[in-house]
Structures are given as C-alpha cells and as structure tokens.
C-alpha cells in the first residue's frame, strides 16, 4: 500500500491515521511523577520526526524497537516551535515499500564513484595507489556507495559517505594552489579513506542503526584497523603510519573520539575540510530541511547555536538586496 503523508508534508494541527514509517529511535522513559511515557523517532525517505506517546496511549501501541515499520496514529503539536507526533496509536507492520522509508542522497552515486575513482587515478605515489585499489575492492565499493556518513548529524542516508567524501575532494582542490608544499597524494588519500570504518559502524536497513561492533569500537579504530590489515607488505612502514594517523585524528580532538590530535599539515587538511562538509550540511539541512518555518531554527547542538532563515537565500529574492 503506497504512503499518502511524508513527513515532510505535516504540519502542526494536522491528523494522521494508519500512516506508515520507520522507527529510528525508541526510549521508555517517566516523568517527575513517574508517569510513563515513550519517546519515539520515525523517519521515512523525506527525513525524520519527534514523538511522544503518553501514558494513556501506551496500551494501544505496540512495543517496538530500532528498524521495526509500524502503522501511525498521532496529532502533530508543535514543540519547540517544531512540529512533534503525539501518538495514540502505533501498530507494528509488514507491509511496506522500503524506497518509501529510505532517505537517498540527491546526487548521482555512480557519478560521484567515479570521479572518487579518477582522484585515485590522480594519485601519483605507487604505494598510496596501492593501498586505494587494495581497500576498495568489489564488495567494498558496492557498500562505500550506499553507506551514510553518520546515524543523524550528517550525510545520514543511503550514498551519504560517498558524498561527503567527494564533497571534500572537491573543497580540496582549492588547497593545491596556496599551498604548494603539502603532499596532495596524502591529502587525497586521507581524505578518501579517513570514514572507511563507518562501513563497519552502521547498518542500512529501513533506517541507519548502528551495529554492534560499531557501538563498542566507533568508526575511527575500525577504520585504522581495515587500512593497516589492507595496506600492501612493501609499504614503508612511515608513510603507512602518516595514513593512518590521518585516520585517527581526522575529528581533530579528543574529546570528539580522535585518540591523537593532527600533526601533520596533511591530517591538518583533512580534518579541517571534514569539519567543513559536516557542518555546512548540519547548517544547510536544518535550515532547507527542517519542518519548521520560523525565522529561526530550534538549537542545533551540534553547532551550539540556533539557525537563521534568511529571507534572502533565495536567487531570485537575492536580485533585489537593496544594498
């Protein structure tokens, strides 16, 4: 049965009955009077949405868990100056079209693969080279296209690493010019392979979940332990270690999961083009994306600041600036 709603069609004040959507997050939790209630996040191919189920609701919904599809009954409320599910019924199903739950990247996937493919091409160091072809093997490439970049913050959909990743070979190639004397070879590379252990991290199925590995690990050691367990034999031990440092510090502090800090121009580069791709799309989808349409966003933790809406970001609104 095709959806009728996305979420992206809700609005305050408005019902549902019976609609379907993914689960991505799911709490039991109580109030200062120990009354229960649930927080719940659903998503579906258009973005994600907020919900409670109340007390008095709770009977008449099913238990469910990360990834389960379930028939919705709600009112959507504003919270926050941002529209929430209050759910008073909620039916665990089967029935259900997966591209209709699924959020997908908007560009081309075998498009942004292949100019991945030509960068590693470009790359002129044989044993750089060499380490590329060995980690993207045929079943590798298959998951590096349809893999997110992140369980919310950003890139988070089907093609989103392989996005964010060509997103920051582009910005990179402005680096080249004013800085003659960094090793664009190590810069490429880095880049390229500095979220490879999120194919380890998460799981695509009707939504991004994390894996149990990648709950106990994080990303950032997985990906160091598949580069130096795929790096060629003959590899100078030296230029193997600026990689894979590159891969540990590309978050760029401690307390953001890197265990070192960069040290190297090269890892300087990446992590500083990798904050770049992630905070702009944080920025831009909360502002394009959100269901809301205040002036300003709800705070966006993740950038430690509330978004404005300008009234100008429009071209055709742009033309007309009167200064």
């Given at each position: 049965?095709?959806?009728?709603l996305?979420?992206?069609?809700l609005?305050?004040?408005?019902?549902?009955?019976?609609?379907?959507?993914?689960?991505?997050?799911?709490?039991?939790?109580?109030?200062?009077?120990?009354?229960p209630f649930?927080?719940?996040?659903?998503?579906?191919?258009?973005?994600?949405?907020?919900?409670?189920i109340w007390?008095?609701?709770?009977?008449?919904?099913?238990?469910?868990?990360?990834?389960?599809?379930?028939?919705?009954?709600?009112?959507?409320?504003?919270?926050?100056?941002?529209?929430?599910m209050?759910?008073?019924?909620?039916?665990?199903?089967?029935?259900?079209?997966?591209?209709?739950?699924?959020?997908?990247?908007?560009?081309?996937?075998?498009?942004?693969?292949?100019?991945i493919?030509?960068?590693i091409?470009?790359?002129?160091?044989?044993?750089?080279?060499?380490l590329?072809n060995?980690?993207?093997?045929?079943?590798?490439?298959?998951?590096?296209?349809?893999?997110?970049?992140?369980?919310k913050?950003?890139?988070?959909?089907?093609g989103?690493?392989?996005?964010?990743?060509?997103?920051m070979?582009?910005?990179?190639?402005?680096?080249?010019?004013?800085y003659?004397?960094?090793?664009?070879?190590?810069?490429?590379?880095?880049?390229i392979?500095?979220?490879?252990?999120?194919?380890?991290?998460?799981?695509m199925?009707?939504?991004?979940?994390?894996?149990?590995?990648?709950?106990?690990?994080?990303?950032?050691?997985?990906?160091?332990?598949?580069?130096k367990?795929?790096?060629?034999?003959?590899?100078?031990?030296?230029?193997?270690?600026?990689?894979?440092?590159?891969v540990?510090?590309?978050?760029?502090?401690?307390?953001?999961?890197?265990?070192?800090?960069?040290?190297?121009?090269?890892?300087?580069?990446?992590?500083?083009?990798d904050?770049?791709?992630?905070?702009?799309?944080?920025?831009?989808?909360?502002?394009?994306g959100?269901?809301?349409?205040?002036?300003?966003?709800?705070?966006?933790?993740?950038?430690?600041?509330?978004?404005?809406?300008?009234?100008y970001?429009e071209?055709?609104?742009?033309?007309?600036?009167?200064?």
């Amino acid at each position: 049965m095709k959806k009728k709603l996305y979420i992206t069609d809700l609005k305050i004040g408005d019902s549902i009955f019976g609609e379907t959507f993914a689960v991505k997050g799911y709490k039991r939790a109580a109030t200062r009077n120990n009354k229960p209630f649930i927080d719940i996040e659903l998503a579906d191919n258009s973005g994600t949405i907020k919900g409670k189920i109340w007390s008095d609701d709770i009977s008449a919904c099913d238990r469910v868990t990360e990834g389960d599809v379930v028939e919705v009954t709600a009112t959507i409320e504003d919270f926050m100056n941002a529209p929430q599910m209050k759910i008073t019924n909620l039916k665990k199903t089967n029935i259900f079209e997966l591209s209709e739950l699924q959020q997908k990247t908007e560009f081309d996937i075998d498009k942004m693969w292949q100019d991945i493919e030509k960068t590693i091409e470009e790359v002129k160091n044989p044993h750089l080279k060499k380490l590329l072809n060995a980690v993207f093997d045929e079943e590798t490439v298959g998951r590096f296209k349809n893999s997110p970049a992140a369980y919310k913050v950003h890139h988070n959909y089907i093609g989103g690493l392989l996005e964010h990743t060509w997103e920051m070979v582009k910005m990179s190639e402005s680096i080249k010019n004013h800085y003659p004397k960094l090793n664009m070879d190590m810069i490429r590379t880095g880049l390229i392979l500095h979220d490879i252990g999120k194919l380890e991290e998460f799981e695509m199925t009707t939504t991004i979940t994390f894996t149990n590995k990648g709950k106990l690990l994080g990303h950032i050691y997985l990906g160091a332990e598949i580069v130096k367990h795929r790096a060629p034999k003959d590899m100078p031990e030296d230029l193997l270690n600026e990689v894979l440092h590159i891969v540990l510090s590309h978050s760029g502090q401690k307390e953001y999961g890197s265990p070192v800090v960069p040290m190297t121009g090269e890892a300087m580069a990446v992590h500083v083009i990798d904050y770049a791709s992630s905070h702009i799309r944080i920025a831009y989808s909360q502002i394009h994306g959100d269901l809301g349409s205040e002036q300003f966003t709800q705070y966006v933790p993740q950038l430690g600041t509330e978004l404005y809406r300008s009234p100008y970001t429009e071209e055709a609104i742009n033309e007309d600036i009167p200064f």
